[in-house]
């Protein structure tokens, strides 16, 4: 039996957090990045396989998020300074 998830992560940044992810695919997930949002999909043969995966890639989606975030708070920081 496969059993299968889905993850999707929607904003402004999206594809800004989620671009990053897909280098750590493997061949049990796949990601469609769109503008504003980004679909993850995880197939395993184990639930304990598909709860690793899940766990890793949210885990690291954290990571890019406040990746993001620091980089356009900077971003804005700059801004007012001119």
């Known amino acids: 039996m496969r059993i299968k998830a889905k993850i999707k ?4 940044n999206a594809d ?9 695919n493997t061949n049990n997930m796949n990601t469609e ?5 980004a679909v993850t999909y995880f ?3 184990k639930i304990g396989t598909l709860i ?3 766990d890793d890639y949210l885990m690291n ?3 890019a998020q406040d ?16």
């Open 9 to 12: 992560i929607r904003g402004t």
């Open 16 to 24: 800004l957090v989620a671009v990053p992810l897909t280098s750590d």
């Open 33 to 37: 990045i769109e503008e504003k949002s």
């Open 43 to 45: 197939e395993a043969e």
């Open 52 to 54: 690793a995966s899940v």
């Open 61 to 63: 989606a954290k990571v």
């Open 67 to 82: 990746m993001v975030l620091a980089v356009n708070e900077e971003a804005e920081r700059n801004k007012k300074r001119g």
